[in-house]
C-alpha cells in the first residue's frame, strides 16, 4: 500500500482486444490519452493477458499455447506482435515511448511460473534453482493453461517471482496486474509477488484480479501487499453486472483507504471488443444514461478508473464525460464514502470533500422514481446545490435533496454549507 497514491486512473486493452492486442494499438491509445486525457488525470496504460503468445487470438484462451521466454523461464513480449521488443529489448521500448508522452506503464501477468519452463527445467535466474523446485504442479488455473502455480515453501519460488520482477523492473513497468491471485485467495503468493516488487529496486503499483468472492477478512492482508483489489469478476456492459456492483460496493465502502483501493473494474464503455472476449465488434451496449450511472457509482466508490474502449475510435460525446473534472475529483480527493441510505431501487450515496458533501443519488428500478435524502442525514440544514454532471449551479435547498430520476439513471451533486 502506497499510502499517496490517488485511484490510478487509466486504460486497459483487454476490453477492446481480448488477448490479442499489438504494439500498434497500444501506441495508438497512449497517443491518444496523453493528447486528450492526460491533463485531467488519466495516466496510466495497461497491457493485458497473453502478450508471450505470438498467434494469439480473440475469442478465448488457447489451451497449452507456446508462448516466448527467456532462457530463465520469464516470459517476453511476442515479437511479431511486439516488434520493438525484438533482440531481447523485452517491453523497454514500448516504455520509454509511453513515458515519454508523459504516461505510465503497466502490464498483466499470471500467478506461477510457466509450464513450459516446468517441462524444460529451465534455470531459475541468479539462483542455483531450476523451475522444477518452484513449481506446484497440482496448483493450476482453471480458466488458462499457461501457468502452475509456485510453492513457496520451496526458497525457488520467492527466488522466480524475484527474477521476474527483476526484469520488469528493467522494462521500466509502473503498474502490474496480477491475475488468478483471488480466486481462491492465494495468500502465500500475494505476499511473495509483493516481496519481489520491493526488493526489485523499482516502485510499482499492484493490482489484483479476478475478484470472485473476495472475503473481507483479508483486508489487512490486501492492504499490506497491494494497491487495488478486484471487488468482481469481469465486468461488462450489461445492466444486470451493473446493478450487482451496487451490491459489491456496498459490502467494500468501509474499506477504503487513502493507498488501498477495492476495484470495481474497468470500464466497458465507448467503443469496445474490437477483438474482444463477449460478443461482437461493437459500441457499448449500456445506454448513455447507465453510462453515467456507472461513472457516477465508480467515482463516489472511489474504484480505480481503467477505460477499456479504444479510445481513438470512442465517440466524442464519451470521450467528455471522462473530462469532467468536478466528477474526477470526488473519485481522486474525497473521503468517507458511503451508502447513506437504500429503499429498494432508490440508493444514496455521500462523500465527503473538505466542508462540502458528494451525493449520489440512483435509481436502479424500471420505472420513474423520486429519490430523497434529508439534508440532516448529511450533516445540513442549508446549503448550496451543484450538478456535477451538468456542471450548474442550483441555487440553495433545505429540508430534503430530491430527485426524479428515469430507469437505471443517476444524479451527483456537491452540496456546500450555508451560513
Given amino acids: 500500500m502506497k499510502k499517496n497514491l490517488l485511484p490510478p486512473l487509466g486504460w486497459n486493452s483487454w476490453d477492446c482486444f481480448g488477448t490479442s492486442v499489438t504494439e500498434a494499438e497500444v501506441r495508438a491509445n497512449a497517443a491518444f490519452m496523453a493528447q486528450r486525457l492526460l491533463s485531467f488525470g488519466w495516466n496510466t496504460v495497461v497491457v493485458d493477458i497473453q502478450w508471450s503468445e505470438p498467434d494469439a487470438q480473440a475469442g478465448g484462451y488457447r489451451a497449452f499455447a507456446p508462448l516466448i521466454m527467456d532462457a530463465w523461464g520469464r516470459l517476453t513480449p511476442a515479437v511479431n506482435r511486439f516488434p520493438s521488443a525484438a533482440e ?25 511460473i510457466p509450464r513450459q519452463a516446468v517441462d524444460r527445467n529451465l534455470p531459475i535466474w541468479n539462483s542455483p534453482y531450476t523451475a522444477r523446485d518452484a513449481a506446484n504442479i497440482a496448483d493450476t488455473c482453471p480458466w488458462n493453461t499457461d501457468m502452475f502455480g509456485l510453492n513457496m515453501a520451496h526458497p525457488a519460488a520467492q527466488a522466480y517471482y524475484d527474477s521476474i520482477l527483476a526484469l520488469y523492473a528493467s522494462w521500466d513497468v509502473d503498474f502490474i496486474k496480477a491475475d488468478n491471485m483471488l480466486d481462491p485467495y492465494h495468500a502465500d503468493e ?25 472475503p473481507t477478512e483479508r483486508i489487512d492482508h490486501l492492504r499490506a501487499n497491494c494497491e487495488m483489489w478486484r ?15 451496487f451490491d459489491l460496493c456496498r459490502q467494500w465502502y468501509p474499506y477504503i483507504m487513502e493507498g488501498a483501493y477495492p476495484d470495481a473494474d474497468m470500464l466497458p ?8 472476449e463477449r460478443g461482437e465488434d461493437r459500441q457499448t ?11 457516477t457509482l465508480w467515482s463516489i466508490f472511489r474504484s480505480p478508473l481503467m477505460l477499456g474502449c479504444d479510445l481513438p475510435s470512442t465517440d ?21 464514502n458511503r451508502e ?15 466542508a462540502q458533501r458528494c451525493v449520489a ?59
Fill in 361 to 419: 443519488l440512483f435509481n436502479l428500478g424500471e420505472e420513474e422514481k423520486t429519490v430523497r435524502v434529508p439534508l440532516a442525514e448529511l450533516g445540513f440544514k442549508y446549503c448550496n446545490q451543484r450538478d456535477l454532471w451538468a456542471r450548474e449551479e442550483m441555487g440553495a435547498i433545505t429540508g430534503n435533496l430530491a430527485v426524479t430520476l428515469a430507469p437505471h439513471a443517476a444524479a451527483f451533486y456537491r452540496l456546500s454549507p450555508l451560513e
Fill in 190 to 214: 500475494i505476499a511473495g509477488f509483493r516481496r519481489a516488487m520491493e526488493r526489485c529496486g523499482r516502485d510499482m503499483i499492484l493490482s489484483l484480479s479476478p475478484g470472485v468472492d473476495v
Fill in 316 to 336: 466524442a460525446e464519451t470521450i467528455a464525460l471522462l473530462t469532467n473534472a468536478e466528477v474526477l475529483e470526488v473519485n481522486q480527493h474525497s473521503r468517507n
Fill in 269 to 276: 464503455l465507448g467503443h469496445i471488443s474490437l477483438r474482444g
Fill in 285 to 295: 451496449r449500456f445506454t448513455r444514461t447507465e453510462v453515467i450511472t456507472m461513472l
Fill in 88 to 112: 531481447g529489448k523485452g517491453f523497454k521500448p514500448l516504455a520509454d515511448e509511453i513515458h515519454a508522452l508523459g504516461l505510465k506503464f503497466g502490464i498483466h501477468v499470471m500467478r506461477g
Fill in 231 to 245: 471487488i468482481s469478476p469481469d465486468f461488462w456492459d450489461l445492466w444486470s453486472d451493473l446493478k450487482h456492483q
Fill in 340 to 354: 447513506v441510505r437504500r429503499d429498494g431501487d432508490a440508493v444514496v450515496w455521500a462523500a465527503d470533500l473538505g
